[in-house]
C-alpha cells in the first residue's frame, strides 16, 4: 500500500523556524514537500499561482505585512483554496487569539514547541492521524 505524501504550505517569517519547521518534516519522511511563504501576502501569492492545492497550511500568526489573522479572514472568505485546512502554528497561546484563530476558520492551533522532538510529535500525529501513538 502506497500512501500519498502531504504537500504543505508553511507561512511563516521567522527564517529559524522555517529551518527547524523543515528539518522536522524531512526527519519524518525526506519526501514530503513543503513550500514557504514569509508572510500571508506572499502565502495568497502562492496559491493563486500554484496549479495545485497544498493538503494543509501551517500559518504563523505575527508577520509583517499581511499577519496570520487577515490571511486566514482572506483565504476563508472566497478563495479557492478556503478548503485547505489551516493549523496555526505560532507562539501566541492566549486564549483570546486561539479563539479568534479558530473562529475565522482555522483547522487547529498550535503553540510552538521548545524542542525539536516535540514539533516533530506534532506534525506527525497532523499527517498522519491513524498512526497516533
Same mark, same amino acid.
Given at each position: /500500500?502506497?500512501?500519498?505524501?502531504?504537500? =504543505?504550505?508553511? +507561512?511563516?517569517?521567522? *527564517? $529559524?523556524?522555517?529551518? =527547524?519547521?523543515?528539518? *522536522?518534516?524531512?526527519?519524518i519522511d525526506n519526501q =514530503?514537500?513543503?513550500?514557504?511563504? *514569509?508572510?500571508?501576502?506572499?502565502? +495568497?501569492?502562492?496559491?493563486?499561482?500554484?496549479?495545485?492545492?497544498?493538503? !494543509? =497550511?501551517? !500559518? $504563523?500568526?505575527? /508577520?509583517?505585512? /499581511?499577519?496570520?489573522?487577515?490571511?486566514?479572514?482572506?483565504? %476563508?472568505?472566497?478563495?479557492?483554496?478556503?478548503?485547505?485546512?489551516?493549523?496555526?502554528?505560532?507562539? &501566541?497561546? $492566549?486564549?483570546?487569539? +486561539?479563539?479568534? &484563530?479558530?473562529?475565522?476558520? *482555522?483547522?487547529?492551533?498550535?503553540?510552538?514547541?521548545? %524542542?525539536?522532538?516535540?514539533?516533530?510529535? /506534532?506534525?506527525?500525529?497532523?499527517?498522519?492521524?491513524?498512526?497516533?501513538?
Open positions: /500500500m502506497t500512501t500519498t505524501l502531504p504537500n =504543505i504550505l508553511l +507561512i511563516d517569517d521567522d *527564517a $529559524d523556524d522555517q529551518e =527547524i519547521f523543515l528539518s *522536522a518534516l524531512a526527519f =514530503i514537500r513543503c513550500l514557504l511563504a *514569509a508572510n500571508g501576502q506572499e502565502g +495568497i501569492h502562492h496559491l493563486n499561482v500554484s496549479e495545485s492545492l497544498p493538503d !494543509l =497550511i501551517f !500559518l $504563523d500568526l505575527n /508577520m509583517p505585512v /499581511m499577519n496570520g489573522m487577515q490571511f486566514l479572514k482572506e483565504l %476563508k472568505g472566497s478563495h479557492r483554496a478556503k478548503n485547505v485546512p489551516v493549523v496555526i502554528y505560532s507562539t &501566541a497561546s $492566549d486564549q483570546q487569539t +486561539i479563539r479568534q &484563530a479558530l473562529a475565522l476558520g *482555522a483547522f487547529q492551533f498550535y503553540t510552538k514547541p521548545e %524542542k525539536f522532538s516535540e514539533l516533530v510529535s /506534532m506534525l506527525h500525529d497532523l499527517l498522519y492521524p491513524a498512526t497516533r501513538r
